[in-house]
């Protein structure tokens, strides 16, 4: 045992073993070691060799199938980028349209159109707007334009595309109204005293009317040209108006209708559809 | 003129050493077959050794198993030292107590690569439960395809060395 233990070739056997064993425990141990890397390097120095000779790894592309893949890639990215834009306004669209669809859920018998405000009237002082829908989308002269916070105005005005907007802050404007926990009954309309603070008179108040601050204005209905209950606005306080000897209430709309960006038109609803009393339009 | 051809030789095992890598490590080139390709390295360093002397028998033993092991995982473990134990003692057998021919060689290849493998498996898959299902998915068919293998190497290698010895 002695002699072939001491015969050269079994000790440079064990040496290497020895040095085999080491080395095993240091790459089994050491991440990223010199011998792994080295080995590697030399494995992926081959892999580079053999990737020119298959079809299966990547290789150089020529100049025109480069411009060919540019090209492709440019035509995708476009269209791309116009399904992004898409994308961005059909969200909006859905935005808006949820917005609506707790008042179309409770009231079913609605037929709400919604809209973009698309420009406003400089000239007007009671914040009359037009929006981006018209007569193509089923709007008419007279249909009321509403937000989820209430009524906001009616269409005066309507082409094939758009469709102009008289606020209830104008003088134009007049609604038949009631106080929703007194049931005192009035006309909405504009002044220009208070349309520059974004607000609207509840008028033709009687004497013992029992209007208060925070009391909730709501449509009658009886006209026909606007459906019963939707809000006007809140009382921000009770006046007498020396002028035609009556009182009357100031009431703020819930949206800001100096600001507003969006609406949608109520084309539809039950009870809809009774005789114009006088002038350019009667609540 | 020995060494000299010895040389030639060992450059010409090396050649075969990294062709057999190549082809086993690209991609979609060597096709699985009953869902196993061939230790081509295997049959490669023992064919050597039947050959060779101890010492080479026993470096290129340990070269073989180190790319086997490095194919696997960036560490030397079993191939590395296995090879070098058994090709150094083929290496010594085939040339004081054996004479090398096809029969013995393919005996000795059987025992070492059914040995190998099996040592292999036991050691990477006892914890693994369904390890018997990938014994008869893989395992069977790698080895019956390594010995196959071996034997065509035994083949050329004899040629080579037959070519770029002293004896021719």
Redesign the interface.
Known sequence: MKEFLGKT?IK??LS??LV??M??VF??NV?NNI??SA??GL?YG??K??AAA?D??ARTMSYDELMSAYEELQQENNSLRARVVDYYDTKAENARLWKFYDLKKENPDYTLIPAMVLRRDVNDEFSSFTLDKGTASGISIGDPVVTDNGVVGWVAEADANTAKVVTILSPRTSIGAVDNRTSDTGVVTGKAAFADRGETVFSKLLSDHAVETGDIITTTGISGLYPKGLILGEVTEVGYDTYDTSYYAVIRPYDDIRTLSEAAVLTAFSGQGEILLSGDTDG | MDKKNAVFRYIAYAVEM?LA??LL?????LPDIFGAKPALLLGIALSIATFER??PA?IFG?VAG??MD??YS????LF??AL??VC?LIG?VANNLVKANPMNYLLTAAVVIGGLYMLYFGIEFYHVADRWTYFQAHLISRMIQSLLWSAVWYFVNRFVYHTLSEET
Request: glycine share 6%; charged share 10%.
């Open positions: 070739k440079i056997l290497v073993l085999l064993l080395l095993s790459t089994r991440e011998v792994s080995v590697n494995g081959l892999s060799v053999t298959t299966n790894n | 990294v890598f190549v490590s690209t991609p979609n080139l101890e010492i026993m340990m180190a790319l490095f194919g960036n560490a030397l473990g590395t030292i070098t134990v150094f010594w």
